[in-house]
């Protein structure tokens, strides 16, 4: 983005100095290093695989997690921050890097013990080893908890997992994955545990990987467990302790989604603006019309009301201990924040390829790509309806109080 935006954001955001530099910087480095691998994974579904070091030799993994775990020390909102600048120029690349950081990273620093962290964050945070979460089910989705299939059952010092899990982000590449498995079906939700698996335990498998309509490059798979043996040390919390786990885990993902869907709004208004201003017809560009100004400057609106909502959010995430999550106001406030910017993404693009006209309808164009990204926004982290259920649910209790 233009100097003269990124210094409206940091007077009419609320950003700091430190936080705006983080900010440009992240900025800088996606434009230079992610956005010239953007066009060939969307193109191929491949998958830059020496990008993840790169991005742990320049200081790009580990943002929560403390120095002595090889990570910088930061809050939830600095890794928005970077989130959201990585999203502007690689959106694929920027949602592997949010599984890999939040979703399975942060999740052990939070949860973990010591000797967990000792072992796997100092690789994870060089980029030395990727990062996944395995939750979803072929016939989990939604219900996750309540309807998951995939046990583990304790024979001596290992669990043995069997199972599966599908539409997992970085399930291909992964080294490490945080999985949840049934010990104790009797007692449904309340009897899931975290494991910490390998890709080399024996049992596991990437059973295919899947060919995306967005976020091509960004790679998912199916995952199998047959009779996957997994240390008890790598169990992570108490044995049917999982849900706990699950719920603090989903509310900083929805947190975390919300700077995704803005960076991308952000580059389609300025795809747009610029577009605007080249493209001619009747002998001016198409920017001196003024159906074209109106559906600019709604753009702006709303890209600018997804950036308020997911600094607010974020920031109120910054305070959320371990105990805190899958209930009460941070519960509403994250599915609410997600909900709002994955909606107006969808009405963001949806103007933006109208600006372009004919070119935004040809897949190899950038605002395409951008445009078929809209779609997992609304899908994953919940899907807009749980999300719905979520925010009501709470406001009907709080009534009810």
Not at 56 to 81: M, R, V
Not at 177 to 189: E, F, H, I, M, S
Not at 196 to 208: H, L, N, R
Not at 270 to 282: G, T
Request: charged share 25%.
């Amino acid at each position: 983005m233009s100097t003269g935006h990124a210094s409206f954001a940091q007077a009419f955001s609320g950003l700091s100095d430190a936080e705006q530099e983080i900010l440009d910087n992240a900025d800088g480095f996606a434009k230079k290093e992610l956005y010239p691998l953007a066009q060939r994974m969307d193109d191929e579904e491949w998958w830059p695989a020496e990008s993840f070091p790169k991005l742990g030799e320049t200081g790009y993994f580990g943002i929560t997690a403390p120095e002595i775990h090889g990570g910088s020390g930061l809050d939830i909102f600095s890794a928005g921050l970077v989130l959201q600048a990585f999203a502007r120029w690689n959106h694929a690349l920027a949602l592997a890097w949010v599984a890999h950081e939040n979703l399975c990273m942060n999740n052990i620093l939070r949860n973990g013990n010591e000797a967990q962290k000792r072992k796997y964050l100092p690789g994870m945070n060089q980029g030395r080893l990727i990062g996944a979460l395995g939750l979803t089910e072929p016939g989990a989705g939604s219900d996750a908890l309540g309807s998951m299939r995939t046990t583990a059952r304790r024979e001596g010092d290992h669990y043995v997992l069997d199972g599966s899990k599908i539409f997992i982000t970085n399930g291909p590449v992964a080294d490490v994955l945080l999985v949840y498995a049934k010990t104790d079906k009797a007692r449904g939700p309340h009897g899931i545990s975290a494991f910490i698996v390998e890709k080399d335990f024996p049992g596991f498998k990437v059973a295919q990987k899947l060919v995306k309509m967005g976020f091509r490059g960004s790679q998912t798979a199916e995952l199998v467990f047959d009779g996957c043996r997994v240390p008890v040390e790598n169990r992570i919390g108490e044995e049917n302790g999982g849900v706990r786990i699950v719920m603090s885990g989903l509310d900083l993902e929805r947190a975390m989604i919300a700077p995704l869907c803005l960076g991308i709004a952000e580059r389609a208004l300025q795809l747009s603006i610029d577009y605007a201003k080249q493209r001619r017809q009747f002998g001016k560009p198409i920017a001196d019309f003024q159906m074209v100004q109106s559906r600019i400057a709604q753009m702006y609106v709303r890209v600018e009301s997804m950036r308020l909502f997911t600094y607010q959010t974020l920031r109120a995430c910054n305070g959320m201990d371990e105990s805190q999550g899958g209930r009460g106001e941070i519960h509403k406030l994250t599915a609410a924040s997600v909900m709002h910017a994955a909606d107006t993404l969808n009405q963001v693009l949806d103007d933006a390829v109208q600006i372009h006209g004919g070119n935004g309808y040809i897949w190899e164009s950038e605002i395409n790509r951008l445009f078929r990204s809209t779609k997992l926004l609304e899908i994953g982290a919940g899907t807009t309806e749980i999300r719905k259920l979520i925010i009501a649910g709470e406001l009907l209790k709080e009534a009810a109080e």
